[in-house]
């Protein structure tokens, strides 16, 4: 016995629960006298049974990740997790893996042969921009947040939806200035995160990222492993 002389953590309780949890079940195989490679199998088959507890996104881009990760929040409420390529495969058991389609051919090389990933969809023109389409020829509209592949992405998606390259002011929240010039701008696209740090004045449009067939599949994919194993 060990006597401490403040509150263990919430962490440190839960891992003693489990130890706890786990000494029971082999003091009760042992009054059984199952035999301890029965048990170590038996187990393993339990465990391969289990269906996913988390998602977990994969994305290098740490502030991209932030973003998708408060998307994919905001969509179920299955856990989620992140992480960047190069860790995925510490991360991986027990998750269902999710990313962009340009980092799948990466990830494969560090999963197992087989791992089944689901791969998120751009919104190619958010709705949020519904109310500017057609675009105004002489609104000048402000793009802002703190991820390089964000700005890259919703400048090249304004663009192609009909405003003016010239008429897009891009702004990087990482940078200490970043605010200059969004009060003159009839409204600034942002991701969800940025709005919050927008000048007082300036009008948030958010440009949300996953596409809606990305949203529903991960809403169905929440839907199914959430059900209990008997009704499966």
Same mark, same amino acid.
């Given at each position: 016995?060990?006597?401490?002389?403040? !509150?263990?953590?919430?962490?440190?309780?839960?891992?003693?629960?489990?130890?706890?949890?786990?000494?029971?079940?082999?003091?009760?195989?042992? !009054?059984?006298?199952? #035999?301890? #490679?029965?048990?170590?199998?038996?187990?393993?088959?339990?465990?391969?049974?289990?269906?996913?507890?988390?998602?977990?996104?994969?994305?290098?881009?740490?502030?991209?990740?932030?973003?998708?990760?408060?998307?994919?929040?905001?969509?179920?409420?299955?856990?989620?997790?992140?992480?960047?390529?190069?860790?995925?495969?510490?991360?991986?058991?027990?998750?269902?893996?999710?990313?962009?389609?340009?980092?799948?051919?990466?990830?494969?090389?560090?999963?197992?042969?087989?791992?089944?990933?689901?791969?998120?969809?751009?919104?190619?023109?958010?709705?949020?921009?519904?109310?500017?389409?057609?675009?105004?020829?002489?609104?000048?509209?402000?793009?802002?947040?703190?991820?390089?592949?964000?700005?890259?992405? +919703?400048?090249?998606?304004?663009? +192609?939806?009909?405003?003016? #390259?010239?008429?897009?002011?891009?702004?990087?929240?990482?940078?200490?200035?970043?605010?200059?010039?969004? !009060?003159?701008?009839?409204?600034?696209?942002?991701?969800?995160?940025?709005?919050?740090?927008?000048?007082?004045?300036?009008?948030?449009?958010?440009?949300?990222?996953?596409?809606?067939?990305?949203? +529903?599949?991960?809403?169905?994919?929440?839907?199914?492993?959430?059900? #209990?194993?008997?009704?499966?």
């Amino acid at each position: 016995m060990y006597v401490r002389a403040s !509150k263990p953590e919430a962490s440190l309780s839960a891992a003693l629960a489990l130890d706890g949890i786990i000494a029971s079940l082999f003091a009760s195989a042992r !009054k059984l006298r199952v #035999p301890l #490679p029965d048990l170590r199998a038996r187990l393993r088959q339990w465990m391969e049974m289990q269906p996913p507890d988390r998602f977990l996104l994969i994305e290098p881009d740490e502030e991209l990740r932030r973003i998708l990760h408060a998307e994919i929040g905001r969509a179920v409420s299955f856990p989620v997790m992140s992480c960047g390529i190069d860790d995925c495969s510490e991360t991986v058991d027990g998750a269902i893996p999710v990313l962009l389609p340009n980092r799948v051919a990466k990830v494969r090389e560090l999963l197992p042969a087989g791992t089944e990933l689901l791969i998120l969809q751009v919104r190619s023109v958010p709705s949020s921009l519904g109310g500017w389409l057609p675009a105004p020829s002489d609104a000048l509209v402000g793009i802002a947040s703190r991820s390089g592949d964000f700005l890259k992405l +919703a400048r090249t998606v304004l663009a +192609a939806a009909g405003f003016h #390259p010239d008429r897009l002011v891009l702004r990087d929240a990482r940078k200490a200035d970043w605010h200059r010039g969004l !009060k003159q701008t009839a409204a600034v696209v942002c991701d969800s995160l940025t709005a919050s740090e927008l000048p007082s004045g300036c009008r948030a449009i958010l440009f949300a990222l996953l596409s809606e067939s990305s949203i +529903a599949e991960l809403q169905s994919y929440a839907e199914f492993v959430s059900r #209990p194993i008997e009704s499966l």
